[in-house]
């Protein structure tokens, strides 16, 4: 079975330890790079880790900060993964190798 990843977002330390200690200080050296966001979506890009991420505000972070992908992305396993529940046995509980059936959605005229 193939390990989980998950990743660890580190803009806000990269950039403390740039001396940049306000989200606006990202506005305007990403607008000079193209990139218009307002001061809310910089807020939610440095405190909050992001989902999904556009490959050229990605190149601008790391050209404003002078940093690597591996400085701002740092993957990690990912945490709380689900144990199996034993059987009485010792043996997994679970299905086996029973698969769900596709349901078969008819319309009916009644």
Same mark, same amino acid.
Do not use: H
């Given at each position: 079975?193939? *390990?989980?990843?998950?990743?660890?977002?580190?803009?806000?330390? =990269?950039? @403390? #330890?740039?001396?940049?200690?306000?989200?606006? %200080?990202?506005?305007?050296?990403?607008?000079?790079?193209?990139? *218009?966001?307002? #001061?809310?979506?910089?807020? &939610?890009? =440095? $405190?909050? &880790?992001?989902?999904?991420? #556009?490959?050229?505000?990605?190149?601008?972070?790391?050209?404003?900060? %002078?940093?690597?992908?591996?400085?701002?992305?740092?993957?990690?396993?990912?945490?709380?993964? @689900?144990? &199996?529940? &034993?059987?009485?046995?010792?043996?997994?509980?679970?299905? +086996?190798?029973? *698969?769900?059936? *596709?349901?078969? $959605? #008819?319309?009916?005229? +009644?």
């Amino acid at each position: 079975m193939a *390990r989980k990843l998950d990743y660890r977002w580190n803009l806000r330390q =990269v950039m @403390a #330890s740039r001396d940049m200690f306000a989200t606006t %200080d990202l506005i305007e050296p990403l607008a000079q790079r193209g990139i *218009r966001l307002s #001061s809310s979506q910089v807020y &939610r890009l =440095v $405190v909050e &880790r992001p989902e999904r991420l #556009s490959l050229k505000v990605l190149m601008a972070l790391l050209d404003i900060l %002078d940093c690597t992908m591996d400085d701002l992305i740092e993957p990690i396993a990912a945490a709380g993964t @689900a144990r &199996r529940k &034993r059987a009485a046995g010792g043996e997994e509980a679970g299905v +086996g190798d029973l *698969r769900p059936k *596709r349901a078969r $959605v #008819s319309r009916t005229d +009644g």
